[in-house]
């Protein structure tokens, strides 16, 4: 359980360190920061996310249907969220923050299953690497919504979106097992180990930590369905239909990781109030310390 703060701790630390950078740096540098993000660090990390591990049959049918389950009950309970009235007025902001109900922090992930028998690390690659496509399809999708275009624009943003292809790129590798030159892996692993950290000091950079311990209604019912009701459907779902241990406990962590720094990423980069993602990146790293304990010692117990 040590591993999960100590997994979580350094993110935050990160976010810390951002919010310090800010006095003794111009606005301008982090708009830059992000764009470099969202159109070369990001998309690395993704290929390289979606690319570890070529999945089984057995493993297709029951974590790759499962996790997509996962991702679109997020998607369903955010927007119920928004039809009780709760969240920004303006749907473009709200669209930057619905996408941090289904999105998931992977590097958290991939340390947090290691608590899991042998297999289970195998088992949380094939889970992020159907989820990612699919969690930037639902969020390209809602941002460009946001932004009011035409249907034809908005097919085209979501097509050639950087996250989306890098994520179907690395998918397609996993699934086809193209042989990848070990210098251009080496290259992507590098550029790909940029994107964490330069993401998390942008989200401390945008963020009023004020701001992060006045929690409204709206962040506590977004944080509750990503820390708590999903993971809790999840297990309880799973159990229901007799699904086996392994890809049942590695489903529940999937579904209780705190949501991805990504997200702040993608809202910047279509408009939506950075600001208003960033302080949900915190609050949900920051409640993760707490919740992600309690799930794993459900699922390893």
Not at 49 to 74: D, H, M, Q
Not at 167 to 173: K, N, P, Q, R
């Amino acid at each position: 359980m040590f591993t999960v703060f100590s997994a979580l701790i350094p993110d935050a630390l990160v976010i810390l360190a951002g919010v310090g950078l800010r006095r003794v740096t111009a606005a301008d540098l982090w708009v830059a920061i992000d764009r470099l993000n969202y159109i070369v660090l990001y998309p690395a990390l993704l290929f390289r996310a979606a690319s570890a591990s070529p999945p089984g049959a057995g493993e297709l049918l029951a974590v790759g249907f499962g996790v997509w389950c996962v991702v679109l009950t997020g998607f369903t309970l955010g927007g119920i969220v928004r039809r009780m009235g709760l969240g920004p007025e303006r749907f473009l902001d709200f669209a930057g923050l619905w996408q941090t109900a289904w999105r998931f922090n992977s590097a958290v992930g991939l340390i947090a299953v290691q608590a899991l028998p042998d297999g289970a690390v195998g088992l949380m690659s094939v889970a992020i690497g159907f989820a990612v496509p699919l969690a930037n399809i639902l969020a390209v999708g809602g941002l460009t919504r946001g932004n009011a275009l035409s249907f034809g624009r908005s097919v085209r943003l979501v097509a050639l979106n950087p996250f989306l292809l890098a994520s179907l790129g690395g998918l397609i590798v996993a699934m086809t097992g193209f042989p990848i030159p070990a210098v251009i892996d080496g290259a992507i692993t590098r550029i790909a180990q940029a994107a964490l950290p330069l993401a998390l000091l942008s989200v401390g950079a945008a963020l009023s930590l004020a701001s992060v311990a006045r929690m409204t209604r709206f962040d506590m019912a977004f944080n509750g369905i990503k820390l708590l009701i999903l993971p809790a459907v999840t297990w309880t779902a799973t159990g229901l239909i007799g699904m086996d241990d392994l890809p049942r406990n590695v489903l529940t962590l999937f579904a209780a990781l705190p949501t991805a720094s990504a997200s702040h990423v993608l809202a910047a980069a279509f408009g939506a109030d950075r600001a208003l993602v960033a302080r949900m990146v915190a609050q949900s790293t920051l409640l993760g310390c707490l919740t992600l304990p309690f799930w794993i010692a459900l699922v390893a117990g």
